[in-house]
């Protein structure tokens, strides 16, 4: 008599455990808490409020903008070199309790990734790696106030938030550790190629915006009516030179002569060519060759945000530089920032 053959096993597919599914979301709210915290820094940063109050981390010595006039009398007494303006103030600290806040929820993000460390997709180094950065940044929020807006301060800062979004948002993707052979292929390597020369990007736009230098070129596609003006790129990008000023200057309104600005802003715009390059060239390399649904509709979205941002660049530098479009350009090149971090993210799952 023929045996029959083994009955087949079936096996019910098991979704992600209830604690995975709150540490995600709880991830997603980290992620766009700390995008609005980038956007309003960015904010504060344009519209001159960084130094709204001259101490930290309260504002003229309380937790709140002093509002009655015995306030504001002694604030006034206490920081004789810095008069109130209300508005700037109530920015740069609605600015730094959102940031207070993301520090809590990252906080508690960590807690619960050591809770749920057994689970087999709970990412556990990357939410308590991320604690000591929101320290940093806070360090960092201090100096760039304490240190009157010193751009290698500011710039640092602005990395590390873009550093505490990226990490967030790779985190609210998860679970994601498998990887397949796509992680090699020629579309892996092109996304990561292309979120290297935007980080590379986005560190030159927080040096043009902290030398006060985007509006060194007032004009587009030239610069000064000339495709190459006179520049200074030793002094535009000696990190130590702005540290160089008179003791007890701020950098409000820049130190730099005007030839290092104009070498900066050159530089910043050079790069945006080389992103815009690599991003359309992945974008079609992402649409057109990919089996994938979601890695082509990515490759679509990162056209389409490219296509803004220069829209939005371009425009900045034809109107004089308006506030809203400034911090656009910050809020677009974030969302550049998570697009490519997506891509990367696709092409390395089992899909």
């Not at 309380?62 to 109530?90: G, M, N, Y």
């Not at 207070?100 to 990734?113: D, N, P």
């Not at 820049?254 to 050079?270: F, M």
């Not at 359309?280 to 890695?295: C, H, I, K």
Request: aromatic share 8%; net charge positive.
């Amino acid at each position: 008599m023929a045996k029959r053959p083994p009955a087949k096993k079936y096996y019910r597919y098991r979704g992600p455990s209830t604690e995975l599914i709150r540490f995600k979301k709880l991830a997603l709210l980290a992620t766009f808490l700390a995008l609005v915290v980038v956007v309003l820094g960015a904010y504060t940063r344009l519209s001159d409020a960084g130094l709204g109050c001259p101490d930290w981390p309260g504002c003229y010595g309380r937790i709140s903008v002093p509002a009655t006039a015995s306030d504001i009398s002694s604030a006034q007494q206490a920081f004789p070199e810095r008069p109130l303006e209300q508005a700037k103030a109530w920015i740069e600290m609605v600015h730094r309790y959102l940031a207070g806040t993301l520090g809590l929820l990252v906080a508690a993000l960590a807690l619960l990734a050591l809770l749920n460390r057994k689970e087999k997709k709970q990412p556990v180094l990357l939410p308590v790696l991320l604690v000591p950065l929101i320290v940093s940044q806070a360090l960092l929020g201090m100096w760039t106030v304490t240190l009157l807006l010193k751009p290698v301060i500011v710039v640092a800062h602005l990395l590390g938030g873009m550093a505490t979004l990226a990490l967030l948002w790779w985190l609210a993707m998860t679970p994601a550790r498998e990887q397949t052979e796509a992680g090699n292929s020629l579309l892996a390597k092109a996304s990561l190629l292309a979120l290297l020369v935007l980080s590379a990007q986005v560190t030159l736009g927080g040096w043009t915006s902290s030398n006060y230098a985007a509006l060194a070129c007032p004009d587009f596609p030239t610069c000064q009516d000339a495709w190459w003006p006179e520049t200074d790129f030793g002094n535009g990008f000696d990190l130590h030179h702005p540290l160089d000023a008179e003791p007890g200057n701020d950098y409000a309104g820049g130190v730099l002569e005007h030839p290092a600005r104009v070498a900066i802003h050159l530089s910043h715009r050079i790069g945006a060519l080389v992103v815009v390059a690599v991003n359309l060239m992945l974008g079609f390399l992402l649409f057109s060759r990919s089996e994938n649904n979601a890695v082509a509709q990515s490759g679509i979205a990162l056209i389409s945000i490219t296509a803004i941002q220069v829209a939005v660049g371009i425009a900045i530098v034809s109107f004089g530089l308006p506030l809203l479009l400034a911090t656009a350009h910050n809020g677009m090149a974030a969302l550049l920032l998570l697009s490519l971090l997506t891509t990367n993210r696709l092409l390395r799952l089992k899909i």
